[in-house]
Structures are given as structure tokens and as C-alpha cells.
């Protein structure tokens, strides 16, 4: 982070501690067409997202042995690890599909009108 921001858990902290202020009570009206359209919107980017970055990790590790029709060869456990990491790392992007999800559901819990 820059210099002179504000660190977010210092906010949170100043905003929490503040438990009678108006906002704790506040309403906002939520669009639950948009809300269900932005949670696909975020499933189909995440897997075009994984979709690409296979491709991506697959040809820059085993692009020239494919082309030139020679062998994959991963000779050291160390190399199945660091190919492994390379294709699981994407896979942690499913948190922000979730995300998205869990607001549907905190909309439908909270009745929020559609």
C-alpha cells in the first residue's frame, strides 16, 4: 500500500467501536435482478478466468515439448510441485464468486424486495 493511506482494519476498528451511530440502522434498497446478474456475471469471468490461465501455464510450461513432439518429462518432485502450485493458483479465485453468492443469499434472508 502507498504511504499516507489508510489501513483498512484501523477504519473498521474506528467505524465498529462507534456501535450508536446512525448508519448500524440505516437501509439501502438492493436490486435483486442486478444482485442475481452480477453473481453469474462473476461465475462465468472466474471460469473464463481459469480457462485461460490453464491455457496460459500449459503453454508456457509445456508449449516447445509439444510443438517439437517430444516428452513431458518432470524428473524432480520438486518440479511436480512447482507445475501443481502453478495450476492451483487460479483455483483460489473462487472466493469472489462466493462473495457474490453469499450476498444473494444474505438478500433472501434479509428480505430484501425484488
Same mark, same amino acid.
Not at 27 to 44: D, E, F, G, Y
Not at 59 to 72: K, L, P, Q
Not at 92 to 97: A, D, E, Y
Given at each position: 500500500?502507498?504511504?499516507?493511506?489508510?489501513?483498512?482494519?484501523?477504519?473498521? #476498528? %474506528?467505524?465498529?467501536?462507534?456501535?450508536?451511530?446512525?448508519?448500524?440502522?440505516?437501509?439501502?434498497?438492493?436490486?435483486?435482478? #442486478?444482485? %442475481?446478474?452480477? #453473481?453469474?456475471?462473476?461465475?462465468?469471468?472466474?471460469?473464463?478466468?481459469?480457462?485461460?490461465?490453464?491455457?496460459?501455464?500449459?503453454?508456457?510450461?509445456?508449449?516447445?515439448?509439444?510443438?517439437?513432439?517430444?516428452?513431458?518429462?518432470?524428473?524432480?518432485?520438486?518440479?511436480?510441485?512447482?507445475?501443481?502450485?502453478?495450476?492451483? =493458483?487460479?483455483? %483460489?479465485? %473462487?472466493?469472489?464468486?462466493?462473495?457474490?453468492?453469499?450476498?444473494?443469499?444474505?438478500?433472501?434472508?434479509?428480505? =430484501?424486495?425484488?
Amino acid at each position: 500500500m502507498k504511504k499516507g493511506w489508510p489501513n483498512p482494519a484501523v477504519i473498521f #476498528r %474506528i467505524l465498529s467501536s462507534k456501535k450508536d451511530e446512525p448508519y448500524l440502522n440505516a437501509v439501502a434498497p438492493v436490486n435483486k435482478k #442486478r444482485l %442475481i446478474s452480477s #453473481r453469474k456475471a462473476a461465475w462465468l469471468t472466474r471460469a473464463l478466468f481459469i480457462a485461460v490461465m490453464t491455457a496460459l501455464t500449459t503453454a508456457t510450461r509445456f508449449g516447445s515439448d509439444i510443438w517439437f513432439e517430444r516428452g513431458v518429462h518432470i524428473d524432480r518432485l520438486y518440479q511436480f510441485a512447482e507445475t501443481t502450485a502453478a495450476y492451483a =493458483v487460479p483455483c %483460489i479465485t %473462487i472466493i469472489l464468486p462466493l462473495l457474490f453468492s453469499k450476498a444473494c443469499i444474505l438478500a433472501d434472508k434479509h428480505e =430484501v424486495d425484488h
